[in-house]
């Protein structure tokens, strides 16, 4: 249903020119149900349902019915010598041609079998783990995706918010470009300092050119995450903030460890190993079947040209007696294969632990930058503030009223770079303790 929405959404969207402005909790639904790597695992989920099926079908009798029809060149026929008969026959008798059969035969066949043998329940055991780590690689995808999307939504709300102190930074240098300019014509300052001002306001709108052309890439950037086309026109409903990240490193550590896509990724393939052992046991077992088979031909056997029934019962073990240690080979890969993954599963469980530690020490990092970007931010006011009015005063230069100008769009930039840093850090790091499956999960579940 939300596919179906979003689709409409978006054909609305392009047919009538206008763009789709999104919230973070859009990205998240749009992303986990349209993003193309998700699109991808759901099929390959629908295919192992769909293998499940036919796995649990050997367990069902199958049934099958078989029409023929033969048309042979004669009728079958003996030839019966006179010679040979055991009682006396006129003089000069010809051989007598008896028909045995017809020309044209109808034959209708149905038959019932019922396999029972171990691989059968072993295999569809193994079918339900298949399913389940396309379950699970379907959460991965979603995850995944929704982790682009929202760093790609901050990134758009970091070069929206370059745009505006871009904008202001420029309308700031065009207005003191303004001033100066009256007073070099009142002969109050030298031309060199308006000069200077103007070079200041080509780097300002040279800032504004980058400002614009971040905005436009971080919406191809969003899109792409999204899954939408290139036709549409997307921007979101956000201003740049930070919501401190409360939860202590160990603990964090610990939902890793309990949470981790990858782990239980590890767990199900351990199991499958598992069932693929048992499996490769089971083949050196015999197997059974029972077959009934109904016909219903004509001409019988009496050369009448009617139909007949008849029906056959039959039960059959196999049992692979010798095959040259085909069997057993099997089973010696079926054991290796499931110790190569007994052996990668202390890595992977160090490597999600090395992950939240280095994604756990990064968000402190930009935290520790943010808090001293916000200092920067403080003194760069401060400083401009002061400066702007010693320059009214004629206490101050133009270079350095400049300067502070830059300073204080420099310390701004330098905020909202580390408020980016640290929501697209801290994305990573929920995406690593399951913070964010369960996020997606009600996301999803309140829009059905």
């Known amino acids: ?31 986990a149900t349209n993003n193309p790597s998700v699109l991808a695992a759901e099929a390959a989920l629908e295919a192992s349902n769909a293998q499940r099926y036919q796995a649990f079908t050997n ?27 055991p009682f006396p026959t006129p003089p000069g008798m010809e051989p007598v041609r008896i028909e045995m059969g017809k020309a044209e035969m109808d034959k209708v066949e149905a038959s019932l079998t019922q396999p029972l043998a171990a691989p059968i329940f072993t295999g569809y055991a193994l079918a339900k783990k298949g399913t389940e780590q396309k379950k699970l690689e379907l959460k991965k995808a979603r995850i995944e995706a929704v982790s682009q999307a929202e760093k790609a939504f901050f990134q758009l709300a970091k070069a929206k918010a370059f745009l505006e102190i871009a904008k202001i930074s420029k309308k700031q240098v065009d207005d003191h470009i303004k001033q100066l300019t009256d007073m ?18 080509y780097e300002a709108e040279l800032m504004l050119t980058q400002a614009q052309n971040a905005v436009k890439l971080a919406k191809d950037g969003l ?3 999204l899954g939408l086309p290139d036709t549409v026109d997307v921007d979101i409903d956000y201003k740049l903030n930070v919501t401190d990240y409360s939860i202590p490193r160990d603990s964090a550590i610990s939902m890793a460890l309990r949470n981790s896509i990858d782990i239980r990724l590890m767990k199900v393939g351990i199991e499958a190993a598992r069932l693929s052992i048992q499996m490769a046991f089971g083949e050196l077992l015999p197997s059974f079947a029972a077959v009934f088979n109904y016909d219903y031909q004509k001409p019988n056997r009496q050369l009448e040209n009617k139909w007949y029934d008849s029906w056959t019962a039959v039960g059959v073990i196999s049992w692979n007696i010798f095959d040259w240690g085909a069997n057993v080979a099997k089973i010696k890969q079926a054991k290796a294969n499931f110790n190569q993954i007994m052996h990668t599963k ?15 020490n990064t968000l402190e990092e930009k935290k520790k930058s943010l808090e001293i970007a916000n200092s920067g931010l403080e003194a760069a006011k401060e400083s401009y503030k002061v400066v702007s009015d010693l320059f009214s005063e004629g206490a101050a230069t ?31 790091l929920e995406k690593l303790t399951g913070e964010l499956e369960n996020k997606i999960d009600k996301v999803l579940a309140k829009e059905q």
Do not use: W
């Open 398 to 428: 133009n270079l350095e009223f400049l300067d502070a100008q830059a300073d204080f769009t420099r310390a701004k930039l330098n905020v909202l770079n580390a408020m980016a840093d640290y929501n697209i850090a801290k994305v990573e």
């Open 223 to 225: 899109k792409m995450a």
């Open 59 to 85: 367990f069902l009798p199958k049934a099958k019915i078989q029409a023929t029809y033969t048309r042979l060149n004669e009728a079958p026929y003996t030839v019966l010598n006179p010679e040979n008969f």
């Open 1 to 31: 249903m939300m596919r179906l929405i979003l689709k409409i959404v978006v054909l609305a969207a392009i047919s009538t020119s206008f763009g789709l402005t999104l919230t973070l909790e859009d990205c998240i639904k749009i992303s």
């Open 184 to 201: 070099v014509e009142a002969g109050l300052v030298h031309r060199k300092d308006l000069l200077a001002a103007k070079v200041k306001g």
């Open 346 to 360: 202390k890595l992977v469980i160090d490597g999600v632990r090395l992950k939240v530690k280095a994604a756990y």
